[in-house]
């Protein structure tokens, strides 16, 4: 069918006034009409979509022909949601950056509190501007004893996760007052004053929460943050991963400070995506981030790296690697850890995380489970079968191999990866606060019963 002379409108139905600009040309071989789609960025909006529209199916109404046409995209795996400000990420060039600042340029030169700072405020502080944003966090009080009842509350060996949630909604109930619902009025949306204040608030007390969860699991004594300290070195302190001398070792803080500006953002991850949903609601940002925190539990997110060390666990020794790889390329078991769905190439952080396990290899020695992981990965790095479908490893899990190295043991590695992610969570979710109010509402595909028409 030849396309009509006739031009669209701005709008993209048939009209007189033509579109400047990118385009996509649509012809509806239902009806046999042209539509002219602006395409912005290399994206077009599913809103325009709508204009193209067909008789009503009374035979099958649940098409909804007459309501314009939809698109169908389980798992979000084509769908631009929301517009960003802070992490690009190019899947096949292999690059990231966080506010137009490479990686290269900040990985080991910048500390959390200027990164996380870059990534929620959106500029570089300069040492002052530093210093207070640290101190303002140092300053936040000791979670108070109704928060750490209710962590210690749960059994010892339970899910650290679930401790940091509840600590989470603890910490939420002791101040109603900033619960949206509860005040009811809007007191995020558009109100900068009070989201930094809930962010500055949220990140420190997430952070004792977290050690707090994780003293109480191991049986460690809680030691209260110093106000002396930066957030690195309060979280090792407040774990009790300190030397003899009762400090946070120096070359660990170095690590971790490396580590967590490798993995401070990844863009609209699942976890991302579900702070993002929830935010949409306008509820506090505690509600936002126990949404993200679920959804990074899960085996197909997060909780991919627990499960990958139970499956390294079940391996027994470095002499049952190459059973453990046939078994993968049968088709009976699956690789967790392996391979990601945003990059096509060796993930930009793998190379950092790389430098950070070289450094570790004392402490690697020492761990049968490292050497087993390391043995694993050695294996399926020189195998054609992964080599051939790019599985290579994920950063995420090298970062937990680095994290097990300083001594955290595997059922730790999602809680702190969390904590390390949060200065990301904080960032989507000020900007959403920046936006306007749109409560994010997919639609779906009915393809069940209809009821008989008269």
Not at 158 to 173: C, E, F, R, T, Y
Request: hydrophobic share 40%; proline share 6%; charged share 20%.
């Amino acid at each position: 069918m030849a396309i009509p002379s006739k031009p669209p409108t701005q709008n993209g139905v048939n009209g007189t006034e033509k579109r400047p600009g990118d385009v996509l040309h649509v012809i509806d071989s239902r009806t046999g009409q042209y539509h002219c789609i602006k395409v912005h960025q290399n994206s077009i909006s599913a809103v325009d979509l709508k204009a193209i529209k067909a008789p009503k199916d009374y035979e099958r109404p649940q098409y909804q022909n007459e309501q314009g046409i939809r698109v169908y995209d389980p798992g979000f795996s084509n769908t631009l949601v929301s517009e960003s400000k802070i992490t690009y990420i190019d899947g096949l060039e292999g690059t990231i950056q966080y506010r137009g600042y490479s990686i290269d340029e900040i990985i080991g030169k910048r500390n959390f509190a200027e990164i996380s700072h870059l990534l929620i405020w959106g500029n570089m502080p300069s040492a002052e501007e530093a210093k207070e944003y640290q101190d303002r966090l140092n300053n936040v009080p000791l979670i108070s004893d109704t928060v750490f009842n209710v962590i210690r509350s749960f059994p010892k060996d339970g899910s650290i996760i679930g401790m940091m949630v509840a600590g989470l909604s603890a910490l939420q109930s002791c101040d109603m007052a900033v619960v949206p619902a509860h005040a009811a009025k809007n007191l995020y949306m558009g109100q900068p004053k009070n989201v930094d204040e809930q962010i500055i608030r949220v990140m420190s007390s997430l952070s004792m929460i977290t050690a707090a969860a994780y003293c109480h699991h191991t049986g460690r004594t809680f030691t209260p943050p110093r106000k002396d300290f930066s957030y690195i070195e309060n979280f090792l302190l407040m774990t009790g991963h300190v030397e003899s001398s009762g400090l946070p070792s120096k070359h660990y803080v170095n690590v971790l400070e490396r580590l967590w500006a490798t993995v401070a953002d990844h863009e609209m991850t699942c976890s991302t995506a579900a702070l993002l949903q929830t935010a949409s609601a306008l509820p506090d940002v505690i509600s936002s981030l126990i949404s993200a925190f679920s959804a990074g539990y899960g085996p197909l997110h997060g909780g991919a790296i627990e499960v990958a060390y139970k499956n390294i666990e079940e391996i027994g020794s470095v002499e049952d690697v190459p059973a453990k790889i046939e078994r993968v390329k049968a088709g009976k078991e699956r690789l967790y850890g392996y391979g990601h769905r945003v990059y096509r190439v060796t993930d930009p952080r793998f190379t950092y995380i790389s430098d950070i396990l070289s450094e570790l290899t004392d402490e690697i020695s020492k761990d049968p489970l490292l050497q087993v992981a390391f043995a694993l990965d050695k294996a399926a790095s020189e195998d054609e079968y992964f080599i051939s479908r790019k599985l290579r490893p994920n950063a995420d899990l090298f970062a937990a191999f680095a994290y097990k190295a300083l001594g955290f043991p595997a059922e730790f590695i999602l809680p702190i990866s969390i904590v390390s992610r949060t200065q990301g969570f904080m960032a989507h979710w000020k900007e959403a606060m920046e936006g306007a109010p749109r409560i994010w509402r997919p639609g779906q595909m009915y393809t069940g019963k209809m009821s008989p028409t008269e």
